[in-house]
């Protein structure tokens, strides 16, 4: 069964950090390009990160969180990694991460589209 299981989410305050986990079951991870979403209430999932297959060099980054979250993969522990910091009360939202329909794509997008394998998701609160 391919599944992907994120981990790592909760209530931080402004300024804070959380780091996200998304961990691989079923399938290579390696071989796929892996991207982070979220969906806050009564808005639309946007993507706010993704790493190509293979290079973990190759990233893509939404420009809300452009300095402030990094993207990671071990393929070794089948995960990918989401560290946020700086958090903003904006940035709450349940955080998905998704999996691309493509093997071997070292270029990610930054579009909805191109991932069809989802996990359940993890609720990020950032509040005083």
């Known amino acids: 069964q391919l599944q992907l299981v994120e981990s790592g989410g909760g209530l931080v305050q402004p300024g804070g950090s959380l780091r996200l986990s998304c961990a691989a079951d079923?399938?290579?991870?390696?071989?796929?390009?892996i991207a982070w979403l979220r969906q806050a209430p009564e808005k639309e999932r946007e993507a706010v990160s993704c790493v190509g297959a293979h290079n973990a060099a190759l990233t893509n980054y939404a420009d809300s969180v452009k300095g402030r979250f990094t993207i990671s993969r071990d393929n070794a522990r089948s995960t990918v990694y989401l560290q946020m910091n700086k958090l903003k009360p904006e940035d709450t939202a349940v955080y998905y991460c998704?999996?691309?329909?493509?093997?071997?794509?070292?270029?990610?997008?930054?579009?909805?589209?191109?991932?069809?394998?989802w996990g359940r998701g993890t609720q990020v609160t950032v509040s005083s």
């Open positions: 079923g399938f290579i991870l390696d071989s796929y390009a």
């Open positions: 998704a999996r691309d329909w493509r093997p071997n794509s070292d270029i990610c997008s930054l579009s909805n589209d191109e991932y069809n394998i």
